[in-house]
């Protein structure tokens, strides 16, 4: 039962121009997401976060939308550039019994080519 | 500030083995969580301690133990290897109560 879902396992998307990574949800009580980037042979790296009481958050390049009636998030980074080119994991904070513990999604392969 | 650090990077053992896998975690950071990648799928919560004891766990058998030391190491322990246990596992540690992990770069197991 994935709680968490990106559907599509890979993105390519020409130098410049905007990326949009997709996420959804399927638990209502997730109050906080996040996205990973993940480098080969790295751990994953945080990137963005949104809170479940907002529904955008930017920071420079990159911009996290939230639609909670729909329970899905997107990831916008623009202008795209070569170095993204890795592997984004959506994440979901479930607070249960006291602890904080992610959820993510299988993620997606972002090709960023010239 | 140093961040999360994993040792060993890579490791193989056979069915049956039991493995240890380490982690440093990065100053200031008082919790730490274990986490299970398997190929082409998203990080699974094994679970996580906080003051040397485990306060939550993920889907994970019992076969799955950890620890987790005075100056907030912690050690991820596998009982009785199996083949599905082939995975990257990931520790992440974070100051009480955040909701941001940082990550180290994972030790990657392979079960024969």
């Known amino acids: 039962d994935q709680q968490v879902k990106q559907n599509s396992p890979s993105l390519s998307v020409q130098e410049g121009r905007i990326s949009i990574l997709n996420c959804d949800y399927t638990n209502s009580m997730f109050d906080y997401f996040l996205w990973y980037k993940k480098y080969p042979a790295e751990g994953p790296t945080f990137l963005i976060s949104i809170s479940s009481i907002k529904d955008k958050n930017e920071d420079g390049r990159f911009t996290v939308f939230l639609n909670k009636s729909a329970k899905h998030l997107s990831l916008h980074i623009v202008p795209s550039q070569p170095g993204d080119s890795a592997v984004y994991f959506c994440a979901a904070s479930e607070l249960s019994g006291g602890y904080n513990k992610l959820i993510f999604g299988a993620g997606t392969r972002l090709a960023v080519h010239p | 500030e140093t961040g999360v650090t994993q040792s060993p990077t890579h490791l193989i053992k056979t069915r049956g083995q039991q493995v240890t896998l380490r982690c440093s975690s990065q100053?200031?950071?008082?919790?730490v969580s274990w986490y299970q990648q398997a190929l082409g799928q998203g990080p699974q919560f094994i679970f996580q301690y906080y003051r040397e004891e485990e306060n939550g766990r993920g889907n994970f058998p019992p076969r799955f133990s950890g620890l987790q030391f005075p100056n907030y190491s912690s050690e991820l322990n596998v009982n009785a290897l199996e083949l599905d246990d082939s995975a990257l596992y990931l520790c992440?540690?974070?100051?009480?109560?955040?909701?941001?992990?940082?990550f180290g770069a994972g030790s990657r197991l392979t079960v024969l």
């Open positions: 992440a540690s974070t100051p009480a109560g955040a909701n941001v992990l940082t």
């Open positions: 100053s200031g950071h008082n919790t």
